[in-house]
């Protein structure tokens, strides 16, 4: 709810009073005024959404209010009220930042029209603010011809047509974020607002507010009241991008948004009722979650109703020469250079790598060899940096340049086996800095943390401290 806090700064007492009852009937929380004096003490000890606002006044003219109003920090929406109606009044008051004007004596259905229009401008401002600050890295399709993909699609075609709650499932880099934004795009709500909270990336202590907002002063810094992700995307579509990586309180919180569609906000009592469809995504087990008690059984069955799984890279390996090819064409233009393509022998060897890193790592080779390549080049294996070999048939990884044996729980290394090895790997490179590790794997560092906890706390030490550095979580 956009519009929340209204004042009325009205002379005429019948007009005040009808104004007043018709909003509190629609649940808005309303001051009642008949001076400037008297509108300007409330504007200075709290923030207004709305004012209807009468331009002739005992103590002054309400378009010097209104010049005055514009030049505040938190201004509210300003509805000049007037019996005296002109063009040029009408001109002026606009100039000057009026969002609308009414001539008395007005309609109920006139004030109607008004707070929806108030309602829809003040989300779109703030949805336009949010996405202002967000970064978009120019992805916007599935590609892909393999059958795999090809059923991915019809799925997103089949699903996106309706209102359910999807969970995305697969592992890291495979490209579920661009599921979701599928969903999205091909939906019935692909001209509303499209929300992404990554839940790995924001502390736990504010990710409740992240989600529903909070009152002024709910906490400490909480100057002013501010709309949650729900509340901006009311009306669309919200992605929960890595949904298992929230605290157990806030999957409680969570859980009844997802069946009552309503929220309160952090230091709130007011009920809010949000509109949204919800599309979740995690690159974890979330039945196992379930298993360990790391995740709400009830908040995963009202996620799981449709679930998508995003088939890894190494299950579609017809598609790598394409991507490959696309990814070239990209970052060709993005650094300005001309790349005539790759070699049958790089072609070779990107075919037969097992991209353990998924889309995202064969992205970030790629990348990494248009500026090794010479311009008007073509790509050869050792622009790829993958060292030459076709397909790891034994055990080994890289560390520090060297090969070392992976610790297998079988005679060929399982996935599991060389994740860990891998993560191992970072850490000991970055001399047991999480933080560090974490952003050399390109992972989160609660997932890190996550992570190590499964392996029992056998990671590397620091060699300057016994201790890991860098625990930050």
């Keep these: 709810m956009s519009i929340e806090k209204v004042i ?171 599921v979701a934004r599928a969903l999205y795009n ?61 605290s157990p309180s806030v999957q409680a919180k969570l859980l009844r948004v997802l069946q009552e569609r309503e929220l309160e906000r952090v230091g709130g009592n007011r009920t809010i009722k949000v509109d949204v469809r919800v599309i979740a995504t995690t690159n974890r087990n979330l039945e196992h979650s379930v298993e360990k008690k790391e995740f709400r059984q009830d908040l995963f069955f009202r996620l799981n109703v449709v679930p998508v799984q995003v088939p890894p890279l190494r299950e579609r390996a017809e598609d790598v020469p394409l991507l490959a090819e696309e990814f070239m064409r990209r970052f060709a233009r993005k650094h300005g250079v001309h790349i005539k393509g790759f070699t049958d022998t790089a072609t070779r060897l990107l075919k037969n790598h097992t991209w353990p890193g998924n889309v995202r790592e064969l992205q970030n080779v790629v990348e990494r060899a248009v500026i090794l390549c010479e311009d008007s080049g073509m790509l050869e294996p050792e622009h790829l940096g993958l060292g030459g070999a076709v397909q790891p048939s034994s055990a080994s990884v890289v560390v520090h340049g060297a090969l070392e044996p992976v610790q297998q729980t079988s005679g060929f290394p399982t996935l599991a086996d060389l994740e860990k090895h891998h993560i191992f790997a970072a850490l000991d490179r970055c001399r047991g800095n999480r933080t560090h590790a974490a952003k050399l794997l390109d992972v989160s560092i609660r997932t890190l943390r996550n992570k190590l906890h499964e392996y029992n706390g056998t990671a590397p030490k620091s060699e300057e401290n016994p201790e890991l550095i860098g625990d930050d979580f």
Excluded at 212 to 238: P, Q, S, V, Y
């Design 8 to 178: 009325v700064l009205e002379d005429d007492a019948v007009v005040r009073n009808n104004l007043e009852n018709y909003l509190r009937r629609k649940h808005y929380d309303v001051a009642t005024v008949a001076t400037i004096a008297a509108a300007q003490e409330y504007l200075n000890k709290d923030n207004f959404d709305l004012i209807f606002l009468d331009v002739r006044l005992p103590d002054g003219d309400g378009t010097d209010l209104l010049k005055q109003i514009q030049m505040r920090p938190q201004k509210p929406l300003v509805v000049m009220m007037t019996g005296y109606g002109s063009v040029e009044s009408a001109v002026v008051c606009m100039k000057n930042g009026a969002f609308d004007y009414l001539i008395k004596p007005f309609s109920v259905e006139q004030i109607e029209v008004i707070l929806r229009k108030a309602q829809e401008f003040t989300q779109l401002v703030k949805v336009n603010q949010f996405l202002s600050q967000e970064t978009d890295d120019g992805e916007v399709e599935l590609l892909g011809n393999s059958p795999a993909m090809q059923n991915l699609r019809a799925l997103i075609r089949k699903v996106a047509r309706t209102q359910a709650t999807v969970l995305v499932q697969g592992e890291s880099g495979t490209g579920k974020e661009l």
């Design 186 to 246: 091909v939906s019935s709500r692909a001209s509303a607002p499209f929300i992404k909270v990554n839940c790995a990336a924001i502390p736990e202590n504010l990710i409740e507010s992240e989600f529903f907002g909070h009152e002024r002063g709910a906490f400490t810094g909480a100057m002013n009241k501010r709309e949650g992700r729900f509340e901006l995307a009311h009306g669309g579509t919200i992605l929960l991008d890595e949904i298992s990586e929230i």
